[in-house]
């Protein structure tokens, strides 16, 4: 019984892996075409495949994409064997909904490292800022927001998120209005927009130096670490600066924003690069 429930679980494994494989390639073949690269053999593949193919299919259209860009490097992870197989082992999958929740991280942190928040909903529930339950209806929100003497609030998914969904809403003339004045800031629209979960916090007044790159978002410098399994260190393999597209407010690459790499040095890269 055991070795069969085992060996049904495989299969279903093997199963979503390679659907989502085939989602990969798909989407690696549409980029090859966006970026004019010809889906054939290069400098370098064949070793590629060696190291790689141990860990599974190594599918050589990853590294015919980014090869074109940083060069002949056998390091390059195949995108599908990093998500089905190398993933899961640094990042175990039954944390990762609530590493990735929002209204997590106000638990996780030290004050002052994270935007002041407002207000919370946690499963259909509203808390306020220190987690405690409470009931609210509009005028209960407005008289959170003028305790807390801010006229500027950003409210966010708490989880899902990736640049979707998100709202600002400012203070004019005694009315909370969206950052396109077109909706009113009320518990009906946060709820019809928010069913599950959101976040409202502070919203943050960028730096100058920030800010010059465009007004409109909060551009932000993301760091990808990695916990070595060697010497249980946390590692800084690679960081970039994130900048929205004009008008938006949000620097999310998916809604037509631009990343710039960061140097060891700490200068910017001399490129801007888009989703594709």
């Known amino acids: 019984e055991y070795n069969m429930r085992k060996g049904v679980k495989t ?17 690696y073949q549409r980029l090859l075409k966006v970026n004019n ?3 054939v053999e290069v400098k370098g593949e064949q070793e590629w495949i060696d190291k790689w193919s141990i860990l599974g299919r190594a599918n050589p259209i990853y590294y015919r994409l980014f090869s074109k860009y940083i060069g002949a490097d056998i390091n390059i992870v195949p995108e599908d064997i990093c998500h089905n197989i190398i993933e899961p082992i640094l990042n175990p999958l039954q944390l990762v909904p609530y590493y ?3 209204n997590v991280f106000d638990y996780l942190f030290e004050d002052g490292i994270m935007p002041r928040t407002i207000l919370r ?22 008289q959170i927001l003028n305790d807390n003497g801010i006229d500027r609030v950003i409210v966010k998914p708490s989880t899902d998120c990736s640049g979707k969904r998100i709202m600002i809403f400012n203070l004019r003339e005694g009315e909370w209005l969206d950052h ?3 909706r009113s800031l009320n518990m009906e629209l946060l709820n019809s927009i928010y069913p599950n979960g959101f976040v409202m916090q502070e919203c943050l007044k960028q730096h100058p130096y920030m800010a010059q ?3 409109s978002s909060v551009n932000t410098i993301r760091i990808s670490t990695y916990k070595s399994v060697v010497d249980n260190r946390s590692h800084i393999t690679g960081a970039f600066l994130r900048i929205g597209a004009a008008g938006s407010i949000v620097d999310n690459a998916h809604a037509g924003g631009g990343i710039v790499g960061i140097m060891k040095n700490g200068e910017l890269c001399h490129n801007t690069i888009d989703q594709h």
Do not use: A, W
């Open 213 to 215: 790159f465009n007004q």
């Open 11 to 27: 299969l279903i494994r093997d199963i979503i892996d390679n659907r989502v494989s085939k989602t990969y390639v798909k989407e």
């Open 37 to 39: 690269i010809k889906n």
């Open 121 to 142: 909903k946690i499963n259909g529930f509203f808390h306020d800022s220190k987690y405690n339950f409470i009931k609210i209806d509009n005028n209960k929100l407005y």
């Open 180 to 182: 396109m004045e077109e």
């Open 100 to 102: 990735s929740d929002k």
